[in-house]
C-alpha cells in the first residue's frame, strides 16, 4: 500500500502539471507524478516545491508580462488610428478647398449672367383659369364705343314698338 505522505505528493505534482500545461489530462498527470517520484529524480521535485513557492510570483510576472504586451498593441492602434485620422484631415482639407473654388465659380458665372427683366413669375394655374385665359383670347369682347344706359323695356321687349 501507499503512504498517505506518498499520495500527498502525487497528486500536488499532478496538479503543478496540469496547471503549467505539460500534460492535458488528469489521468496522465498522476501516470507522470508517480513515474517521476518512483525514479526519485531529485530535479523534477526541486522544481515542482520550486514552481510551488513561485507560483504566485510568476503568475503575477506572466500577467504583468500580458499586459505590457496588451499595452504595446494598443499603443500601436492608437497610432494607426491617428494616422488614419491625419490622413482623413487633410483629404477633408482638399474637399473643402476644392468647395471652395467651385462656390467662387460659381457667384462668378452669376455675375456674369445677365439679369432678367424684372417680369413676375407665372404660378401654375388651374385647368379652369386656363380654359378662362383660353376663352379670352379667343372671344374678343367687343370694345364699348360709349356707355349708353340700357333701356329694360329694349331688353324684355320681343314685339314691335
Not at 56 to 63: L, S
Not at 80 to 98: C, F, P, V
Not at 133 to 159: N, S
Request: net charge neutral; hydrophobic share 30%.
Amino acid at each position: 500500500m501507499e503512504s498517505y505522505e506518498h499520495v500527498v505528493k502525487v497528486n500536488a505534482l499532478a496538479k503543478e502539471l496540469l496547471k503549467h500545461g505539460i500534460v492535458t489530462s488528469s489521468d496522465e498527470a498522476v501516470r507522470r507524478a508517480e513515474a517521476t517520484i518512483k525514479s526519485g529524480t531529485p530535479s523534477m521535485q526541486k522544481t515542482a516545491s520550486a514552481t510551488v513557492e513561485h507560483s504566485p510570483d510568476q503568475e503575477i510576472q506572466k500577467e504583468l508580462r500580458q499586459l505590457a504586451y496588451g499595452l504595446s498593441d494598443l499603443k500601436k492602434t492608437i497610432a494607426s488610428y491617428q494616422e488614419e485620422l491625419s490622413k482623413l484631415k487633410d483629404e477633408m482639407g482638399g474637399y473643402r478647398s476644392e468647395l471652395n473654388m467651385v462656390r467662387t465659380q460659381v457667384r462668378i458665372s452669376k455675375q456674369n449672367v445677365e439679369q432678367p427683366s424684372p417680369v413676375a413669375p407665372q404660378e401654375p394655374q388651374t385647368r379652369e383659369e386656363q380654359a378662362q385665359e383660353h376663352l379670352a383670347r379667343i372671344i374678343k369682347p367687343k370694345e364699348p364705343e360709349a356707355q349708353k344706359p340700357v333701356e329694360i323695356d329694349k331688353i324684355f321687349y320681343f314685339g314691335k314698338k
